[in-house]
């Protein structure tokens, strides 16, 4: 690649057009041009991915090593602040709520509440977003109700089944699984007092 390089440029002072691809002096032709490029775009791409995941493995790190060592099961506070529109916003604390899906999988409320029957489809819509599922609330609390046996099996063992739930949980995995452990914790005992955040409106505004 160097050595044709040179001699493209050469000829090019020469005020010579560059030997055609079938010339026997040209050091890289066509086809060989064309798998160099594919190699260092896969290379390119796998590099991306690399750097991608060091990323990734180095926030997971970072906020276990904060939950365990700072936070545990201890109840802690967050300074929330609001600006002129009334939108809301936390410190900026390595766990927070507005955070990624894996610190929004770790907050919990301080205090349990006891779910009623018809607070369970608020629930099921959580696990709906969280899967990727489209369409209206009732669109989307019939599709949880019908994948509600998964979610079952998926929140009784995550480690187990961890191959497949994360497949299917799309960009918010730890957020499923932890409501999937919920939906499995009210399934064992319906006075179970649940402390997981469940969305209705994300926009953080008032």
Known sequence: W?????????????????HPDEHKSRFLHEGQRKVRGEYWSRWYECSNAREATDTKFNDLKRTLKHANERLGDSTFYQRAFFDHRGRMYL???VINYQSGDLQRGLVDFAEGKKVRKSDMKYL?????NLAGVKGDATTREYAALVHRKDWLKWGKNPVKW??????QA???????????????????NPNYRSSLITEIDQSTSC
Do not use: N, P, T
């Open 2 to 18: 160097v050595k044709q390089k040179k001699q493209d440029s050469r000829r090019k002072k020469q005020g010579l057009a560059s």
């Open 91 to 93: 410190s900026k604390s």
């Open 162 to 167: 961890y191959a497949d739930w994360s497949s």
């Open 170 to 188: 799309g960009d918010d995995k730890w957020q499923f699984i932890r409501g999937c452990m919920e939906l499995a914790a009210l399934d064992k």
């Open 124 to 128: 099921y819509l959580h696990l709906a």
